[in-house]
């Protein structure tokens, strides 16, 4: 056991952080430049506003980005070709984090979470970083040996997955996408995918996605600014071909992590 003092603990006697009042986001470099950097920003400062209004954070937008621009340029050169950041925001407080960029296999097993997802207070941009029932729903789907899990809201619908937003591919062949809302983040890869295939003439929409198009799919993605685009080979008991399929299209114009768009 380890009893920390006041003065080393002294973050955790912060009022915000305490109550869970923080906003982050992360985003990866890639060959040598900062994916969506603003974009990033944009939704960052947009959630502070929410939580601090006080603290008009939307108005720094170019100030925290030349802040993290000049910390790239002082990154190693192996962050600098691929590498891994968090800006964390609390009251008037920001916090940045870089190291190297972890490799993430694009392929992966998903399965049904438990819990149901039901809507609540917080807009889409708000990112909050409390994942615990994510974790603990990880934690079994890893058991029954598959890598994430998918969540369906209080319709059945789906929502996300753990930490990705999804897109799926219906026999028709549109891909479709649940919308931003309190239940799903307004991911910013989802977003930057979303123009891309539009642009590149997929027949892409938003819509609500039922578990009988789930179980009717012919593909399901999912996207997360640091893990890029993962196709997933299964769904449960129900598998996916990854050959020849639209979302290896996808990665031709977009690029995994969208460092071709």
């Known amino acids: 056991m380890k009893i920390l003092s006041n003065e080393l603990a002294q973050h955790y006697q912060v009022a915000s952080l305490q109550r869970g009042y923080l906003v982050f986001t992360s985003f990866i470099s890639k060959h040598g430049r900062i994916l969506f950097l603003d974009e990033h920003l944009e939704r960052l400062l947009t959630g502070a506003d929410f939580l ?134 307004d991911g910013i890869l989802r977003k930057k995918l979303l123009q891309n295939l539009k642009m590149n003439g997929f027949k892409i929409r938003e819509a609500s996605v039922s578990k009988t198009d789930l179980l009717n799919a012919k593909e399901i993605w999912l996207t997360n600014s640091v893990k890029g685009m993962r196709f997933a080979d299964c769904f449960d008991e129900q598998y996916f071909e990854r050959k020849n399929s639209l979302f290896e299209k996808a990665i031709e114009s977009f690029g995994r992590f969208g460092e071709l768009a």
Request: aromatic fraction near 12%; include cysteine; glycine fraction near 4%.
């Open 52 to 185: 601090f209004p006080e603290a008009n954070w939307t108005l720094n937008h170019e100030k925290l980005k030349q802040y993290v621009e000049n910390e790239f340029k002082y990154c190693s050169s192996k962050i600098q070709e691929s590498g891994y950041f968090r800006l964390t925001i609390f009251d008037d407080n920001v916090h940045f984090q870089h190291h190297e960029l972890l490799n993430s296999p694009g392929s992966l097993g998903v399965t049904t979470a438990i819990k149901l997802k039901t809507p609540g207070l917080l807009p889409p941009f708000v990112k909050l970083s409390n994942y615990v029932e994510s974790d603990l729903e990880l934690v079994r789907a890893r058991f029954k040996n598959f890598e994430d899990v998918i969540f369906f809201d209080h319709l059945h619908n789906i929502t996300e997955a753990s930490t990705s937003n999804l897109f799926i591919v219906v026999p028709d062949g549109n891909i479709l996408t649940p919308a931003p809302s309190s239940m799903i983040l």
